[in-house]
């Protein structure tokens, strides 16, 4: 099996709704965004349009970052697919970070909090299980998807524009979604083989 | 908080723009990592030179480089008490090749230079202990000198890092910093033989040559090779925030002033100016990895996939 996700385009509407359920499940610290939409205007008044592009770390078939981890903390899980890090294990060499061509990955280098105030409860409890000076990256909330239910920002979309299941099984509704609606990858030259799958706008 | 507020601003900016630079090598404490591949890039040209040469003083020269480096490797790490984990991952990683080849060089070196140095050693040169050192040493120096441009090519995110030219131009650098500081060490402790010094500064015209031709080959195959970010790193380093340490430093410190000294003859091949000739060159290679390390962006993602 092979978890993936589908992004539906014309449905999404760039409510950040994703990227604030995915910090709510994870409690990451600022600056670090395991998902986050890309966002840009295009042409002139009156014929303008908003381009939203969510991103989050692709879970590539072939990784990059995996290889060019010197510690094995970059890995990917045998039984589904999915990307994961070993916070155990790395070292903070960012390797991965530069090898990853969708630059989903970030350095989490300082105690980081959102208010002057300094850390509130809330971060306190939540940022605990996160260590310092190591890399971070979605993990498909693997922890949820194990329990039965569907990663975080794909919960909480409120237009049903994520989509999550088994890219091997060719009857899942991501399988369908991709073929019936021509689901393209990003960067499909450099090769990878992304789990994350668009359907146009 | 002020300077957490200013980095966690400016991510934000970089997170908005089409060309998002690499900040994490080369910026903050990623200079130590532009160090470390720089003075162990040097050592291990040193250590060859200095066999070749058949010259101690470049020897222990080059021993105290790659401990340096290694020491600036270790600066850079976000979590160095870790750092035994990396020799984990050599099937894929050249991070990891590269540290089981520090790690080789500094071993077989530490054999191989006691006996060299001290007549009183409890091996001697000749002893199966310092020809292991010399093999350790030998087999370490090759990786050092062959890993450092895999690591930015297998960087698959920034494509200006990803040309195939890279490892050879890595290869050049070593090269002509193992000239250069042998040519400070020849300076410093004097020649091996009289001829030494002319042939160095032979080798070091010829590899400049080389260096030379591979990096405008780099830039031109960057400029045609289609892809917006390498043509936008390479405009970061010719006219954009990178320029003045492109020009000031790997052209006029690590290029032209060396070149001038060596081609229009203003003084006669003193010792004193030998070292001006391996410093000038050896700081202008550090700016030259400097800059081309730092004008790295990421492919830029929102526009190719709204164009489809």
Redesign the interface.
């Known amino acids: 099996m092979r978890w993936g996700m589908v992004i539906d385009l014309k449905r999404c509407i760039g409510c950040y709704g994703c990227q604030l359920a995915c910090k709510a499940e994870h409690g990451t610290p600022?600056?670090v965004?395991y998902a986050?939409v890309?966002k840009?205007e295009?042409g002139q008044y009156p014929t303008v349009r908003q381009?939203f592009?969510p991103?989050l770390c692709n879970h590539c078939e072939d990784p990059?970052c995996?290889?060019?981890?010197?510690?094995?903390?970059s890995f990917k899980w045998e039984e589904d697919g999915i990307v994961d890090i070993d916070h155990d294990?790395?070292?903070?060499?960012?390797?991965c970070?530069?090898?990853?061509?969708?630059?989903n990955r970030y350095?989490n280098?300082?105690p980081?909090h959102y208010f002057?105030q300094g850390m509130t409860p809330y971060e306190q409890t939540r940022t605990v299980r996160h260590q310092?000076?190591?890399?971070m990256k979605c993990n498909f909330c693997r922890d949820r998807v194990r329990a039965g239910k569907p990663p975080a920002c794909v919960a909480n979309c409120p237009t049903i524009a994520r989509y999550f299941g088994d890219l091997d099984d060719p009857l899942s509704e991501v399988s369908v979604l991709i073929k019936e609606r021509g689901g393209?990858t990003?960067?499909p030259e450099?090769g990878?083989g992304p789990a994350v799958y668009?359907l146009?706008? | 908080?002020a300077e957490?507020s200013v980095?966690?601003e400016r991510?934000i900016q970089d997170?908005r723009r089409d060309f998002?630079p690499?900040r994490?090598?080369g910026e903050g404490r990623?200079v130590f990592l532009v160090i470390g591949h720089f003075l162990v890039g040097v050592a291990a040209g040193a250590w060859l030179f200095g066999l070749a040469f058949a010259y101690t003083p470049g020897l222990v020269i080059a021993f105290l480089l790659a401990g340096a480096g290694g020491l600036a490797h270790l600066a850079?790490?976000?979590?160095?008490e870790?750092?035994w984990?990396?020799a984990?991952?050599v099937r894929?990683?050249?991070?990891?090749r590269g540290?089981v080849g520090l790690a080789l060089f500094l071993a077989g070196a530490a054999l191989y230079l006691p006996p060299l140095l001290l007549a009183a050693w409890p091996w001697d040169q000749a002893s199966a202990l310092a020809q292991a050192g010399w093999l350790l040493a030998g087999a370490g120096m090759v990786v050092l000198i062959g890993y450092m441009g895999f690591?930015?090519t297998?960087?698959?995110?920034?494509p200006f890092?990803s040309s195939p030219l890279h490892p050879v131009l890595y290869v050049a650098y070593a090269l002509r910093g193992g000239a250069a500081a042998l040519l400070v060490a020849i300076a410093l402790f004097g020649p091996p033989d009289a001829a030494a010094a002319g042939r160095l500064i032979g080798i070091w015209i010829i590899i400049t040559a080389l260096v030379m031709v591979l990096f405008v080959l780099e830039i031109y195959g960057a400029l045609i090779s289609g892809n917006p970010a390498s043509r936008r790193s390479v405009r970061e380093l010719l006219a954009g925030r990178l320029a003045a340490a492109f020009y000031g430093g790997t052209l006029v410190i690590g290029l032209i002033v060396p070149a001038m000294l060596v081609g229009t003859r203003l003084a006669p091949l003193s010792l004193g100016l030998l070292a001006i000739i391996g410093l000038c060159s050896t700081l202008g290679d550090f700016f030259m990895k400097y800059t081309s390390i730092r004008a790295?962006v990421?492919?830029p993602?929102?526009?190719?996939?709204?164009a489809?």
């Not at chain 1, 970070?97 to 630059?103: G, K, L």
């Not at chain 1, 310092?132 to 890399?135: I, P, T």
């Not at chain 2, 850079?76 to 160095?80: A, M, Q, S, V």
């Open positions: 600022p600056g965004y986050r890309l840009q295009e381009l592009l991103v990059p995996v290889d060019a981890c010197p510690t094995g903390a294990l790395c070292v903070g060499c960012r390797a970070m530069m090898a990853c061509p969708y630059t350095f280098d300082q980081q002057a310092q000076n190591v890399v393209f990003l960067l450099v990878t668009y146009p706008p | 908080m957490i980095k966690y991510l997170l998002r690499q994490e090598w990623g850079f790490l976000g979590r160095p870790r750092f984990h990396m984990r991952h894929t990683s050249w991070i990891s540290f690591v930015y297998a960087s698959k995110g920034i890092w790295g990421y492919l993602l929102l526009h190719r996939a709204m489809r």
